[in-house]
């Protein structure tokens, strides 16, 4: 089992910064690709930005040249640095991780998908 925790939401004015960041624990053997999602009210689950194991990375056309994602692979970190942040940006942020961890008796489990509880971004105008 893997669990994530995000940390870093708030209230920030528009054209601000926020840094969030997700720490991930448990028995990790391997983690694959990691996300950055958000939800905002009342709108459906959104792919921010995406990094993989090897450091390649993806962003949605809307915060494309504002959010910077990175992962520190040593300690299962995962980071999203935003800039010029916008009202429209004011959503629920959350963490995703595909790993492979083990079981209570140390045997592989097949590669999952986990979630973070979320942490709450709210840009004002």
């Known amino acids: 089992q893997v669990r994530l925790v995000e940390s870093g939401g708030g209230l920030v004015q528009a054209g601000g910064s926020l840094r969030l960041s997700c720490a991930a624990s448990?028995?990790?053997?391997?983690?694959?690709?990691m996300y950055w999602y958000r939800q905002a009210p009342l709108k459906a689950l959104e792919l921010v930005a995406s990094?993989?194991?090897?450091?390649?990375?993806n962003y949605a056309e809307s915060v494309n040249g504002r959010f910077t994602i990175s992962r520190d692979t040593a300690k299962n970190t995962l980071s999203l640095q935003m800039n010029r942040l916008k009202p429209e940006d004011t959503a629920v942020y959350y963490c995703?991780?595909?790993?492979?961890?083990?079981?209570?008796?140390?045997?592989?489990?097949?590669?999952?998908?986990?979630w973070g509880q979320g942490t709450q971004v709210t840009v004002s105008s």
């Open positions: 995703n991780a595909n790993a492979v961890s083990l079981n209570a008796n140390d045997e592989y489990e097949a590669s999952s998908d986990y």
């Open positions: 448990g028995r990790i053997v391997s983690i694959h690709a």
């Open positions: 990094i993989t194991s090897g450091g390649a990375v």
